[in-house]
């Protein structure tokens, strides 16, 4: 079952990604369906578990999901998969703007001419063509696919999912990856807009067919993949709030040490992103409230803090720390 491969964590990469990935290792082309071909990138990491998937779509005229990392192998493997498909590459799209995720962008334009076409100009990513929900590409050639961008915010608020609507397979760049969750980290990750976009892919008619996912192997039950994506995230979010209750004024730190008590501290500082982006959609929804101490504040302050109050402490605050760090304090509402 899909929750086995997952692993119980929602801070690191996927871990258990399938193992043809693995075994097939960077750089070589593997055809994961009619007239798509995934290239994996050399850059495996927590965040990357196996490395970023770029996918080729078409034969002739070729489009490209996510280049990857600007590795000079890895360029050079997608420029020989183009051509081995006797094809030549017209498109570059780019789900979002994390650095295993574009930069291979410029390099495969500059090289092939081809137009790199994203959310918009962000992190150094700058497309020929911004688009956003709704657009199309239509893939030429024979047996032409058509490419839906949807926007799909949450992990990153330009992140975009890309349905190949020919098939119903589903794109997905880190919105889903195979093998874990994702982080959520705000600012720009939102948890409430990453629910909702769940919800909405989850909803989609016809359903989706497969996801072929920014890291891991082809996920084959989308629908109980994104189902459980999101009871994992309502499960987390009524741990988040069991917490706030018993300790109130709790801690970022500490509600983050319960939450996570099975996991070692290695985990905290992702972890640390992922209740934060809860507890802020949870603030937006009246159910916590930041406090300015860890004194109880019965009455409300007199500048209730609403959530575009709360500071946002950097990720690195959490790294290492003890608690005495913490310098948020939550309670129910
Ligand atoms: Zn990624």
Redesign the pocket.
């Known amino acids: 079952m899909a929750t086995e491969v997952v692993a119980a964590t929602d801070h690191a ?1 996927p871990h258990g990604a399938s193992g043809a990935t693995r075994a097939v290792g960077a750089g070589i082309p593997v055809e994961i369906s009619e007239g798509v071909t995934r290239v994996l990138a050399p850059n495996p990491g927590i ?2 578990g196996p490395g ?1 998937n770029t996918y080729l779509i078409g034969r002739e005229d070729v489009a490209v999901i ?1 280049p990857g990392p600007a590795d000079p192998g890895h360029i050079d493997a997608l420029l020989g998969a183009v051509a081995s498909l006797s094809g030549s590459l017209r498109w570059v799209l780019v789900t ?1 703007t ?1 650095p ?2 574009f930069p291979a962008a410029a390099a495969l334009s500059a090289r092939t001419g081809a137009e790199t076409i994203g959310f918009g100009a962000r992190d150094g990513f700058v497309p020929d063509r911004s688009v956003g929900d709704g657009f199309v590409l239509h893939v030429g050639g024979p047996g032409g696919a058509h490419l839906r961008a949807l926007h799909t915010p949450g992990h990153s608020s330009n992140h975009l999912c890309f349905l190949l609507e020919d098939t119903g397979v589903l794109f997905s ?2 919105h889903i ?1 195979d093998g874990s969750t ?1 982080v959520i980290a705000p600012p720009d990750g939102d948890m409430a807009s990453y629910l909702a976009s769940l919800e909405r892919l989850r909803g989609l008619h016809p359903p989706i067919s497969a996801i072929a996912p ?2 891991g192997g082809v996920i084959d039950d989308p629908l109980a993949r994104i189902d459980w994506y999101i009871a994992h995230r309502k499960e987390r979010e009524a741990a988040i709030l069991e917490a706030v209750a018993r300790l109130a004024p709790a801690g970022s730190l500490d509600i983050v040490r319960a939450v996570y008590d099975r996991e070692p501290e290695s985990v905290y500082p992702l972890a640390a992103c992922s209740v934060r982006a809860h507890l802020m959609k949870l603030s937006h929804e009246g159910a916590v409230r930041a406090v300015s101490s860890k004194t109880p504040q019965s009455a409300p302050a007199e500048t209730p803090p609403g959530a575009d109050d709360v500071v946002v402490v950097a990720t690195s605050t959490y790294v290492g720390s003890s608690g005495e760090t913490d310098d948020e304090w939550w309670e129910l509402a």
């Open positions: 990469g965040l990357t970023t996510d979002h994390h295993d995720h760049g880190d990856v994702v920014g890291h």
